[in-house]
Each structure stands twice: as C-alpha cells, then as structure tokens.
T-cell receptor, first 114, second 113 residues
Framework: GAGVSQSPSNKVTEKGKDVELRCDPISGHTALYWYRQSLGQGLEFLIYFQGNSAPDKSGLPSDRFSAERTGGSVSTLTIQRTQQEDSAVYLC????????????FGSGTRLTVV | QKEVEQDPGPLSVPEGAIVSLNCTYSNSAFQYFMWYRQYSRKGPELLMYTYSSGNKEDGRFTAQVDKSSKYISLFIRDSQPSDSATYLCAMSATYANTGKLIFGQGTTLQVKP
C-alpha cells in the first residue's frame, strides 16, 4: 500500500485479556519496527524485524509481549494478560533496508486497558 | 538518566515568531540525527535528517548538530499555525544495521494566529 497501515486504530480491553495489534508495512520495505508511546512520553523502542527475523527484541518490556512477522510483510504484536500500564499508543514503522532515517510510521493503535 | 533529553514544553508562540527546539544526548556514538513532527492522533513524520555535525536548511526549517556539546537544535522561521504539533528529536548510532532510533520526549508547540 501507499503507507503503513495499523489496525485496529483504537482498542479497549479488560485487564487480563490478550490483545493482538496488526501492522501492514509499505510494500518492499524489509525492516519493520514497533514502538510504544505513553502519554507525554517519547517513543520507546520495542522490537525490530529484518524480513521475518527479529535481530533486536531488546525493548520488549516483559515476556507478556511477543511479535511475529510473516512473509516479510504483515506483523502482529501480541500482549498477553494485559495490565493497565500497557495502555499506550503502539506505533509501527517500516523502512527500506533498515535505514533509520527512512522510517514511515503508521498512525498507531491506541490501547486502553480498563 | 535518559540517553536523549528534550524539554516537553508546551511552547506557545505568536505567528511569525522564530522557534528554537533543542535536545541533548549522552551517547557519543550517535551519528545520525533526525527531527520528526507529530500531529495529534497521527504517526510521526520525518522533517529533517542530518549526519554528524553541521547545519542543514530546508525552507523555513534549519537543523543544527553540535557533537562536541552533544546538542542538537531545530529552528523554525516565520512560524505558522500549521506548525502546531509535537516535535520529536531522534538519534541513531548505526547505519544499515538495525536502524533503531532513540527518541526524545517530544516538545509540544502551539503557534497562535
């Protein structure tokens, strides 16, 4: 597609439930990133994919968080047993060949855990 | 201490003013410096990109990097109400490696007509 697409745009879930967030990157972009933006905070790196591999998972906050990418395209970020502190905007970005200055971000998924 | 520090503001200026936005950082390995603009409920979009030290100008926007002081700036001349947004600085220590960016907290700017 023309841009990075994320779904859903908004998600309200009950504490303890699992959620899946989806990212559809720009066609041909081999690198994909997930970031988290909490209220009034900058972007916090979560995970980086090059193709279907994740060479850098260092930002995942706990083992409740996992992500996968299939076919070198769509990525899913899964949060298990959600907690209130997981409430944030989850942003996905893609870039050609992992060049940091070439990011294109999606509009994000706003997750609220009640 | 965070690797990148940015004054969150908010910063309110009248239309036509010159705006100065700044970030400091602690990691001397950073070589790539970016400014992103983020409108409400949208993803960040790249505004300016600079490699190493020096200045870069694009229309009303000028980015400056001073690696000796670990300090970067974004200047906006003749500010417009449409410039009202959150501005995030971002930095990277590598090229074509992971491309992972470290972001500042973001500065919220309001330009009043």
């Amino acid at each position: 597609g023309a841009g990075v697409s994320q779904s859903p745009s908004n998600k309200v879930t009950e504490k303890g439930k699992d959620v899946e967030l989806r990212c559809d990157p720009i066609s041909g972009h081999t690198a994909l990133y997930w970031y988290r933006q909490s209220l009034g905070q900058g972007l916090e790196f979560l995970i980086y994919f090059q193709g279907n591999s994740a060479p850098d998972k260092s930002g995942l906050p706990s083992d409740r968080f996992s992500a996968e990418r299939t076919g070198g395209s769509v990525s899913t970020l899964t949060i298990q047993r959600t907690q209130q502190e997981d409430s944030a905007v989850y942003l996905c970005a893609s870039s050609l060949n992992g060049q940091g200055y070439g990011y294109t971000f999606g509009s994000g998924t706003r997750l609220t855990v009640v | 201490q965070k690797e990148v520090e940015q004054d969150p503001g908010p910063l309110s200026v009248p239309e036509g003013a010159i705006v100065s936005l700044n970030c400091t950082y602690s990691n001397s390995a950073f070589q790539y410096f970016m400014w992103y603009r983020q409108y409400s409920r949208k993803g960040p979009e790249l505004l300016m990109y600079t490699y190493s030290s020096g200045n870069k100008e694009d229309g009303r926007f000028t980015a400056q990097v001073d690696k000796s002081s670990k300090y970067i700036s974004l200047f906006i001349r003749d500010s417009q109400p449409s410039d009202s947004a959150t501005y995030l600085c971002a930095m990277s220590a590598t090229y074509a490696n992971t491309g992972k960016l470290i972001f500042g907290q973001g500065t919220t700017l309001q330009v009043k007509p």
